[in-house]
Structure formats: structure tokens, C-alpha cells
């Protein structure tokens, strides 16, 4: 039973526009979620969070929007930029200690 | 600030074969997470521990992974014997609080 899901396994987006990167749950005890960046032999690295008091989120190019009554969020990132290229997983996690459960990612490719 | 250290970087065993992965979370972090990711999926939970003692263990293969975490500091990720299905990238994680510090991970071939 998948509690996060990214529907699209993959993204291909022209540098310069924008890049929405979307997320399903299904858990309505998520209460706060991230988005982390992983570039290949490299960890998650964390990029953006929302809790579920906000809508929406900002820092520089990226934001995130929360829709708490549709359960989904996405990532925007404006412009993309090559080097946005990477894997990036959606997390969620309520009260059970902080656990993240990821969604299974999304492949961005931007192109030049 | 130094990250989450894991070592080693990269494992490749023959099945029925044993291996431990060593993690070196941030320093204060009271929460140490292992993930297992299978290419091609999001990382999923095998353990998380609070300081020394066990908080969810339920996605632990028991019967073949073990995890311990002496003192509340490092903590090693065991696996006897491995498996063909065990081969993924092993990941640990470190928390202060909301939201995880990943390490680079180790990538296990069973071969």
C-alpha cells in the first residue's frame, strides 16, 4: 500500500520554463512534507518543506503548494536550469517519530 | 557541520555471503534511520532508532537483517546471508528533529 505516490516516473522540461513535479498521499495523518534532490551515487539531499497549517511555500526558485483537501502537493521550479536535473522524491511524515515515507520519484531532465 | 558518513561506498558479495554497513550519523542526532533503495523506487524504512533503543523495526527482514546502535551514536546494518533481492542502495539517515540528514548511501550488488 503505496502512502505517497509520484505518478510520473519521468519529466522533460526546455531551461527556462517551468518544472511541476507532482505527489499524491493517501495518509490524512501526514501533517508535514518534503521534497528531497538526489543526484546519481549521491543521498537525498533535502530542497523544500511545507507543514500542513500552509498552502504554499517559497525559497528562491522553488516552491511548494499543498492541497491538504485533494491530498497532493508539487514542487515548481522557476526557471529550470541543467543542473536542476536530477531525482526528486516527495516525503511525508505525521506523528510516528519523525519516519519519512517517500514516494517512489521523478526523474527531471532539463534540457539546455 | 560534517554530514552523515557511511562506509563502505560500495559492496559486491556472492548470495548466502554476509555483509554490515557502518553509519556515522550528525552529531546530536538522536534519530538514525536505515533505508533500503531498489533502483528505480522511492527508499523505504528498514529501521529508525532513537537514541539507542529500537522506535520501528516492522520492514526489517528479521530473519536476515539485524541493526544495532551500541551507545546511541553509530550504528552498523547487517545482512546473513544476503540475497539477490537484497541488492540496492543502503542509505542512513540522521534527524534532530522534522524532516533527515542522508548520507551518500551504500550500494550492495549480490551477485
Known amino acids: 500500500d503505496q502512502q505517497v505516490k509520484q505518478n510520473s516516473p519521468s519529466l522533460s522540461v526546455q531551461e527556462g520554463r517551468i518544472s511541476i513535479l507532482n505527489c499524491d498521499y493517501t495518509?490524512?495523518?501526514?501533517?508535514?512534507f518534503l521534497w528531497y534532490k538526489k543526484y546519481p551515487a549521491e543521498g537525498p539531499t533535502f530542497l523544500i518543506s511545507?507543514?500542513?497549517?500552509?498552502d504554499k511555500n517559497e525559497d528562491g526558485r522553488f516552491t511548494v503548494f499543498l492541497n491538504k483537501s485533494a491530498k497532493h502537493l508539487s514542487l515548481h521550479i522557476v526557471p529550470s536550469q541543467p543542473g536542476d536535473s536530477a531525482v526528486y522524491f516527495c516525503?511525508?511524515?505525521?506523528?510516528?517519530?519523525?519516519?519519512?515515507?517517500f514516494g517512489g520519484g521523478t526523474r527531471l531532465m532539463v534540457k539546455p | 557541520e560534517a554530514g552523515v558518513a557511511q562506509s563502505p561506498r560500495y559492496k559486491i558479495i556472492e548470495k548466502r555471503q554476509s555483509v554490515a554497513f557502518w553509519c556515522n550519523p550528525i552529531?546530536?542526532?538522536?534519530?538514525l534511520y536505515w533505508y533500503q533503495q531498489i533502483l528505480g523506487q522511492g527508499p523505504k524504512l528498514l529501521i529508525q532508532?532513537?537514541?539507542?533503543?529500537?522506535?520501528?523495526d516492522s520492514q526489517l527482514p528479521k530473519d536476515r537483517f539485524s541493526a544495532e546502535r551500541l551507545k546511541g551514536v553509530d550504528s552498523t546494518l547487517k545482512i546473513q546471508p544476503a540475497k539477490l533481492e537484497d541488492s540496492a542502495v543502503y542509505l542512513c539517515?540522521?534527524?534532530?528533529?522534522?524532516?533527515?540528514?542522508f548520507g551518500q548511501g551504500t550500494r550492495l550488488t549480490v551477485v
Open positions: 552529531s546530536g542526532h538522536a534519530t
Open positions: 532508532f532513537q537514541n539507542n533503543g529500537v522506535v520501528d
Open positions: 516525503a511525508a511524515t505525521g506523528n510516528a517519530g519523525n519516519m519519512l515515507t
Open positions: 511545507i507543514s500542513s497549517i500552509k
Open positions: 539517515a540522521s534527524s534532530g528533529g522534522v524532516g533527515a540528514f
Open positions: 495518509n490524512s495523518m501526514f501533517d508535514y
